[in-house]
């Protein structure tokens, strides 16, 4: 059964960099068939996608957010990884890692999600 | 940021159906396929409707959807409790290089 699982800091100082990492268990992450992405949620209200990267490390990139995104993947230790510079108060949200299907776009597994908080 | 519009919130009693809307465009729903999802409270959201109206295994029969043209569809035959969710179209938009995009989200209730 696959799993995905978030972690990383739960609160972020405005103007810093907000770095979040997915472990898949269960499953290669080297697997031609998926991307690996991230959507987030902030409280109360609805999702956002923020992106998605291949094994091979290309990606895409919601272009609202593209210029402080960065999305990377380590096959060797089967995890993947968003960096999001310069954040403000509007990034809080609950971070979720996901796999999707290539080729129908489709985020059929998500980790639970981690809350992360912009605050001094 | 959402550019797929959806009603805030849809209600019925158990038994009902329910039907829940998503509005896009030329560049989304018009040119790719819709999927939706159910987000139960305090949960992760679900894969619930892929490729239109493709069911995943284990998604009961009675989440149907469909789409025509720039809008899609969700329903939900013979309402139960526990389908009380709030409930997300998305779909691939071919603007801006291209990128995923989300519906506002329906929260539904059963009365």
């Known amino acids: 059964q696959l799993q995905l699982q978030e972690s990383g800091p739960g609160l972020v100082k405005p103007s810093e960099t907000l770095s979040l990492t997915c472990t898949v268990s269960?499953?290669?992450?080297?697997?031609?068939?998926?991307?690996w992405g991230w959507i987030r949620q902030p409280p109360g209200k609805g999702l956002e996608w923020i992106g998605s990267?291949?094994?091979?490390?290309?990606?895409y990139y919601n272009p609202s957010l593209k210029s402080r995104v960065a999305i990377s993947v380590d096959t060797s230790k089967n995890q993947f990884s968003l960096k999001l510079s310069s954040v403000t108060a509007a990034d809080t949200a609950v971070y979720y890692c996901?796999?999707?299907?290539?080729?129908?776009?489709?985020?059929?597994?998500w980790g639970q999600g981690t809350l992360v908080t912009v605050s001094s | 940021q959402s550019v797929l519009t959806q009603p805030p919130s849809a209600s019925g009693t158990p038994g009902q159906r329910v039907t829940i809307s998503c509005s896009g465009s030329?560049?989304?729903?018009?040119?790719?396929?819709v999927n939706w999802y159910q987000q139960l409270p305090g949960t992760a959201p679900k894969l619930l409707i892929y490729?239109?109206?493709q069911r995943p295994s284990g998604v009961p029969d009675r989440f149907s959807g469909s789409k025509s043209g720039t809008s899609a569809s969700l329903a939900i035959s013979g309402l139960q409790s526990e389908d009380e969710a709030d409930y997300y179209c998305?779909?691939?938009?071919?603007?801006?290089?291209?990128?995923?995009?989300f519906g506002t989200g329906t929260k539904v209730t059963v009365l």
């Open positions: 030329s560049s989304n729903i018009g040119s790719n396929a």
């Open positions: 269960g499953g290669s992450i080297s697997s031609s068939s998926y991307y």
């Open positions: 490729t239109n109206n």
């Open positions: 990267i291949y094994y091979s490390g290309s990606t």
């Open positions: 996901t796999r999707r299907l290539k080729g129908i776009s489709m985020d059929d597994y």
């Open positions: 998305a779909a691939w938009d071919d603007s801006l290089n291209g990128h995923y995009v």
